[in-house]
């Protein structure tokens, strides 16, 4: 558990391994009433089969603060790099028939 120093900021540790991230083109996101949950996803090309490589479990409020978040620092990233190309043209279709395993 991490603790708040004097000023009421938190310390966040990252580990080393942890810090080395974790690869996936693919995220799936489902929801109940109480959570919504991200399972990452590796995709490889002629691999009909793929992992989840994390699953992320966050209260709404936390969904959307995390939505807030990653809306602020795309704006950020294109201000410096220039806009995210995304094919508009072909967008992926969602997927259908896709089965979790616990």
């Known amino acids: ?3 708040q ?4 900021q938190l310390q966040i540790e990252l580990r080393e391994e942890v810090a080395q991230g974790t690869y996936a083109n693919l995220a799936i996101i489902t929801h109940s009433s109480s959570e919504f949950i991200l399972d990452f996803v590796r995709v490889m090309p002629g691999i009909p089969k793929a ?3 994390s699953r992320i479990i966050v209260a709404p ?12 620092n795309i704006a950020k ?3 410096i790099f220039g ?3 995304t094919s508009d043209e072909s967008p992926i ?3 259908t028939g ?3 395993e616990a």
């Open 1 to 3: 558990m991490e603790e």
């Open 51 to 53: 992992g989840v490589q």
């Open 98 to 100: 896709v089965k979790g």
């Open 93 to 95: 279709p969602p997927l």
């Open 77 to 79: 990233y294109e201000r």
């Open 61 to 72: 409020e936390h969904a959307k603060r995390l939505l807030r978040a990653l809306e602020d």
């Open 83 to 85: 806009p995210i190309r």
């Open 5 to 8: 120093n004097n000023n009421g």
